[in-house]
């Protein structure tokens, strides 16, 4: 937590191909990694979520990758689709604090048809 | 729909004037969460309750904001005299704390959010 960047701000696919986007974070005692997606006027949703014991997890199409010692995660998006468009938000918790997540800038993926 | 609520969802208000939202989380979640996001940026944590004790207040929660969780279930955002730098979306989040041998840590769960325009 505390510091967590997201790269890059926006990515432009075509439809049925993969996205990837990127977070790292500096506080190396965070345990728990979620992503969120939102759409336009939408509170963030949940998509999927990581613990610090393991390195990947997939559900259907979307994945996430931990890297523990390098401090970076990944979302995996394959065969996307339009409906896939939103912004993609990356999350870690604070060293003192796992309640408070401090949230990347953000990727708006826009899926072309 | 068992999800976060959250009222109203959106309001303009002129500078000077207090405004009050309202959250709703899921029902068995014990704890809630008031974030900020501003265009373009992700959400910003502002506090948070366990039940009915607020545990943590950011410092970008000045004096003129004030959270209330009075039963331990709704909770109340009060921001006194705006100012056009509050203009933004209020998140509300709830989880259920979940502790394993190993560690602990909750899934957080977003309302639709209150967007708040002062001019």
């Known amino acids: 937590g505390e510091n967590v960047e997201q790269h890059p701000s926006t990515l432009s696919v075509q439809e049925g191909d993969s996205a990837v986007i990127k977070c790292t974070y500096s506080d190396s005692a965070s345990n728990y990694f979620p992503w969120y997606k939102q759409e336009l006027g939408k509170g963030p949703q949940l998509i999927i979520d990581i613990r610090s014991n393991v390195g990947e997890k997939k559900d259907q199409r979307i994945a996430v990758t931990l890297n523990k010692t390098a401090k970076h995660f990944s979302l995996h998006i394959t065969e996307t689709q339009p409906e896939d468009s939103a912004v993609y938000f990356c999350?870690?918790?604070?060293?003192?604090?796992?309640?408070?997540?401090?949230f990347g800038s953000g990727t708006k993926l826009n899926v072309k048809p | 729909d068992t999800g976060v609520s959250q009222d109203p969802r959106h309001k303009i208000t002129k500078r000077g004037q207090n405004v009050t939202f309202r959250c709703d989380p899921i029902s068995e979640h014990n704890r809630l969460y008031w974030y900020r996001q501003t265009l373009g940026q992700g959400p910003e944590f502002l506090t948070y309750f366990q039940n009915e004790a607020q545990l943590e207040k950011s410092r970008l929660l000045s004096d003129r904001f004030s959270a209330e969780r009075p039963k331990g279930s709704f909770s109340t955002l009060e921001i006194q005299r705006t100012e056009q730098g509050d203009s933004a979306m209020y998140l509300c989040a709830s989880s259920l704390r979940i502790r394993t041998s190993a560690s602990s840590y909750n899934e957080q769960f977003f309302g639709p959010g209150t967007r708040l325009t002062v001019l």
């Open positions: 999350a870690a918790p604070g060293r003192y604090n796992f309640n408070k997540f401090y």
